[in-house]
Nanobody, 120 residues
Framework: QVQLVESGGGLVQPGGSLRLSCAAS????????MNWHRQAPGKERELVAA????????NYADSVKGRFTISRDNAKNTVYLQMNSLKPEDTAVYYC?????????????WGQGTQVTVSS
C-alpha cells in the first residue's frame, strides 16, 4: 500500500537547522511531484516547498525562500527538506505530499506529519 513516512522533526532553537526526510513506498515515486506542507496550531495548512518529479524545478513559499531547500533522491524514494535559520514562526506539523495528474485522474498521497518546534 502507499506509504509516506516523515522523520527528522523535533525541538530546535531559533537560528538552528533541521533536515526532514520523507520515505515513500507503494507507488512509482519518480513519476510524482513532491511537496512539503505545514500546519501551525489554529492556522490553515500551507504549501512550503515543491519539487518536480525529475527534481529539476523547485518552488518555495515566500516565508521560507533562502532558508529552506527541497531535494529528492529518486533512487532512494525519498524527499528531503533542509531547514536553516529556523524561526519560532516555523513551528508546525510538517507533511509530505505526493501528487500526480494522469489524464482525468489525480493521485494525492499524504504522510502522517512530523512536529517541528522552534523555541528557546
Amino acid at each position: 500500500q502507499v506509504q509516506l513516512v516523515e522523520s527528522g522533526g523535533g525541538l530546535v532553537q531559533p537560528g538552528g537547522s533541521l533536515r526532514l526526510s520523507c520515505a515513500a513506498s507503494g507507488f512509482t515515486f519518480s513519476s510524482f511531484a513532491m511537496n512539503w506542507h505545514r500546519q501551525a496550531p489554529g492556522k490553515e495548512r500551507e504549501l512550503v516547498a515543491a519539487i518536480t518529479s525529475n527534481g529539476r524545478n523547485t518552488n518555495y513559499a515566500d516565508s521560507v525562500k533562502g532558508r529552506f531547500t527541497i531535494s529528492r533522491d529518486n533512487a532512494k524514494n525519498t524527499v528531503y527538506l533542509q531547514m536553516n535559520s529556523l524561526k519560532p514562526e516555523d513551528t508546525a506539523v510538517y507533511y509530505c505530499n505526493a501528487r500526480r495528474v494522469s489524464g482525468l485522474r489525480e493521485y494525492d498521497y499524504w504522510g502522517q506529519g512530523t512536529q517541528v518546534t522552534v523555541s528557546s
